[in-house]
């Protein structure tokens, strides 16, 4: 696992990105569009640190991409919807990507989708408590980065992994 943050090439694909958002940024406010548009900024798996050239450290969380410790699931997450989020403010309950389509349903004034997956996070974006739940992972099989078949469950401070070949549970308080 990488434990250092010092690849170049890795460093050139964040800065180019974080360009390429200013300017999608800077369109919306140039059509006059930023005042009526949810911008969601995130990733699809932790950094990818646990092979393939591991070209970033997701420390001082474990683990990364195809992992299910806190540095494969847990990703960056921003929201900006004027009018509902404030600039700055942190949401610290957990989220998980099928909530975004009920926020973004309610967003657009479109009925809530018939799946019962994720929640409207609308509530927790304005600063109201949200009701917590448990979060699911299911990882049924090998990944190239080292992952193995397991599940995992997230309810509260507690985290529960099974690694499926072995049956074996690990028990944390995050």
């Known amino acids: 696992m990488r434990l250092a943050q010092d690849h170049p090439v890795y460093a050139s694909m964040v800065n180019a ?14 059509l006059g569009l930023a005042k009526s548009t ?8 932790g950094g990818l640190s646990t092979s393939e050239g591991w ?14 410790y ?16 404030k600039p700055g403010s942190i949401v610290a309950e957990p989220v998980i990507s099928p909530d975004f389509f009920a926020t973004i349903a309610k967003a657009c004034d479109a009925p809530a989708p018939k799946h019962r997956d994720g929640v409207n996070l609308t509530r927790a974006l304005r600063g109201s408590d949200s009701p917590g739940r448990a979060l ?5 099989h090998y990944g190239n980065q080292g992952g193995a078949p397991g599940s995992a469950i997230r ?3 507690w985290k529960l992994i099974e690694w ?5 549970l690990e028990l944390y308080n995050l």
């Open 164 to 168: 499926l070949e072995e049956g074996q």
């Open 38 to 45: 949810m911008v969601i900024f995130t990733s699809d798996n």
């Open 136 to 140: 699911y992972w299911h990882y049924p």
């Open 55 to 68: 070209p970033t450290s997701n420390l001082p969380l474990r683990g990364g991409k195809g992992w299910l």
């Open 17 to 30: 990105m974080d360009e390429a958002v200013g300017k999608v940024l800077k369109g919306l406010d140039e």
């Open 70 to 85: 806190e540095g494969g699931i847990r990703e960056p997450l921003i929201i900006r919807w004027p009018g509902v989020s």
């Open 155 to 157: 309810e509260g401070n």
